[in-house]
Structure formats: structure tokens, C-alpha cells
């Protein structure tokens, strides 16, 4: 399978429309780091989903990239007001990992290397709109923009996709992740702009 | 942990602190819970500004605290959980 999300209709849609409330479009990549930025190699790197049961199922970076792979074509609004337009990535849609798994969860707390967290419905990981990428614009993800592998999530501000990615755990009840915690939306949607808790 | 990232140290909390805090901040003498490095707050790794700001150890990199501003708010965890005080500073 060699595809282009649906993203790539947006191309038709005027910048402006494009652009959520409150963003202003950039052509850089601005790095936002809560910490150091973990060294993972390919070799050491796994993700893993664990269900509310505590059963897990883990791949390797191996098995990762030896399913069926897509590209990737969609704008990223970041929280701190920039937005970029037609980001390229290739990746895993997060529907491969999860479409065999047993749960009864409602929600997903992401998790990665350096101890990061992010959560949001399960929902909102499924039908497409998900994925673990580990190119960018034809080149392997950088560290600094959580390479080898990151979330990507871009329907919501991207707080939510989380770097450096190595593992899902779903959860009957919603628990706040790292920035959720301490002031940030619970969900994040850039069109609503649920920037903050009040929002 | 010298890695590249961009991050300041911890006199940039003296501002932000001085608002909740009635004394002068970043003199203030920390312990780390998992290095047991010790030193004042000034000395400490601070990452952001934005989304908010990361303090951690320079040891370990062990959060020692974060703070974020938001709108009249200003939201504090201390450690490595994710329990947040809200000050109100309107």
C-alpha cells in the first residue's frame, strides 16, 4: 500500500482557509524541547501497546517498518501559534498496531523515550488519522524532531504527537499527559482553539 | 547531558517564581530525589519557554519542577508527578 492520506485534498482549499484561528503559517520546523533529546538507535528502538488488561504486544523497529507503509501529506499547528502547511512524512498508520488488539478502552496515554507523555480518545488514533512516521521529507526523522520515530497526530495541536515514540497504553478513564497536567486542553483541537484548560 | 538541545538555566526563573514566591527564587538550594546532586536553583536546566518551562536536574535530567502561564494563571508541578498547583495572579 503506497497512498496519500486524505490531507492531500487540501491542496485545493485557499492558505487562509487552511490556516486555524489564532495560527500564522511558517516555513521553518521551530523545535520545542521539554528536556534532552534522547539518542535512540534503530536497533534499541520498540513500541509497545498495552491494553487496560495489562496484556502487551511489542515491534520492533524491524517489524515496524515491514508493514505496509503510506505517505503522508498534512498541515501541523503547533500550540505556540505557527502552523506549517503540506508536511511530508511516511509512516505506519497507528489502525496496523491497534486493529488486533482486544479493548474495551475509550482512551490512549502515548508514551516515549525521555519520559514524555500525551493522551486523547482512541478514537482519534483510528480510521487513518494516526500514524508512527519515521521520514520527513524523504530523509529519516531527525532527533530533534523525534526521530527515529514519532506520533503524528495532526488533526490536533501538535503537543499531541508525541516524539520519540515507544509505546500506547490504553485506558478506560482519561489520564492528562505531560502537558495536559499543567495547564494545556485535555484535548487540543486547532480548529476549536482548546489551546488551554479554559478554552 | 550536553546533547545540543537548546535550553537556559535557571536564572530565567527568577521572574516567573518572584510572582508566586516571596522571597528570591533562584538561590533557593534543591536536592535531587534520584542523583542526590545538589545545588542552587539557579544551576538547574531549564527547557522552553514554550509550552512551558522544564526545570531538571543537570545530573540527570530528573524534573525538579515545570511552570507554564496561562491567561490569570500560573500552573506549577513540583518533581517528577503530575499533581499542578494553579496560582491566580489577576
Known amino acids: 500500500m503506497n497512498s496519500l492520506s486524505p490531507g492531500f485534498r487540501g491542496r485545493r482549499r485557499s492558505l487562509a482557509e487552511r490556516l486555524p484561528p489564532g495560527q500564522y503559517p511558517t516555513e521553518s520546523f521551530p523545535v520545542l524541547s521539554a528536556g534532552p533529546t534522547p539518542r535512540v538507535s534503530t536497533e534499541d528502538w520498540t513500541f509497545t501497546v498495552t491494553t487496560e488488561r495489562g496484556d502487551t504486544r511489542t515491534w520492533t523497529w524491524e517489524q515496524m517498518t515491514a508493514l505496509p507503509q503510506q505517505g503522508i501529506v498534512q498541515d501541523i499547528h503547533c500550540v505556540t501559534r505557527w502552523s506549517k502547511f503540506d508536511t511530508r512524512w511516511r509512516g505506519v498508520p497507528l489502525d496496523a498496531f491497534l486493529e488486533d488488539v482486544a479493548t474495551e478502552a475509550g482512551f490512549a496515554v502515548v508514551s516515549s523515550y525521555g519520559g514524555y507523555t500525551s493522551n486523547m480518545p482512541l478514537e482519534d488514533l483510528l480510521d487513518g488519522r494516526a500514524w508512527i512516521v519515521h521520514t520527513y521529507e524523504g530523509y529519516p526523522l531527525s532527533p530533534e524532531h523525534g526521530g527515529p520515530a514519532r506520533l503524528l497526530v495532526p488533526h490536533l495541536y501538535l503537543w499531541k504527537s508525541a516524539k520519540w515514540v515507544r509505546g500506547l497504553r490504553l485506558v478506560i478513564e482519561d489520564e492528562p499527559g505531560f502537558w495536559e497536567s499543567i495547564g494545556y486542553h485535555d484535548y487540543g483541537d486547532p480548529w476549536r482553539e482548546q489551546r488551554t484548560w479554559g478554552d | ?90
Open chain 2, 1 to 90: 547531558m550536553a546533547d545540543g538541545t537548546v535550553r537556559l538555566d535557571g536564572n530565567c526563573l527568577a521572574g516567573p517564581l518572584s510572582e508566586i514566591l516571596a522571597v528570591e527564587p533562584t538561590t533557593a538550594w534543591w536536592r535531587c530525589p534520584e542523583c542526590t546532586r545538589s545545588g542552587p536553583l539557579a544551576g538547574l536546566h531549564v527547557y522552553g519557554p514554550e509550552p512551558g518551562l522544564t526545570v531538571r536536574c543537570p545530573g540527570c535530567s530528573y524534573i525538579a519542577l515545570r511552570l507554564v502561564r496561562e491567561g490569570e494563571h500560573i500552573w506549577l508541578t513540583v518533581g517528577g508527578g503530575s499533581g499542578a498547583f494553579r496560582f491566580s495572579t489577576a
